[in-house]
């Protein structure tokens, strides 16, 4: 439980870390949104790995779904969203790549552009 706990406090020290951003828990887990309540990311702590939910694009779910500990997420995965299972530190980092991705895509243009530069 102290390893998933260090996973749970990367998550979400990136997610927070991006301009705009803030925890939310509607629904009582951490959700991660972007300016006016544009969700971008959520997770669940369990006692041996935290599922991390993004968004991708088309062409990377195409790749990583193809990967053992992700799959398309329950109820919104056919709107481009996939469930990741962090349970190690490789997990982990791919897990902040797209929490990076996520953030991209999810956060209004003027403020995707401040964090990110012009893209």
Do not use: C
């Not at 260090?6 to 949104?33: I, N």
Request: hydrophobic share 40%; no cysteine; glycine share 4%.
């Amino acid at each position: 439980m102290q390893r998933t706990s260090a996973y749970t406090d990367r998550v979400r020290a990136l997610a927070l870390s991006f301009p705009q951003t803030y925890e939310d828990a509607p629904w009582g887990f951490p959700v991660f949104k972007v300016g006016a309540n544009k969700l971008f990311a959520w997770m669940h702590e369990h006692d041996d790995r935290v599922d991390v939910t993004v968004k991708l694009t088309a062409e990377e779910r195409e790749i990583v779904e193809l990967l053992p500990w992700v799959r398309r997420a329950s109820h919104v995965g056919r709107y481009g969203w996939v469930t990741v299972e962090v349970s190690n530190d490789e997990t982990l980092e791919a897990t902040l790549e797209w929490v990076r991705e996520s953030y991209w895509l999810k956060a209004p243009p003027n403020v995707r552009d401040a964090a990110f530069g012009d893209t």
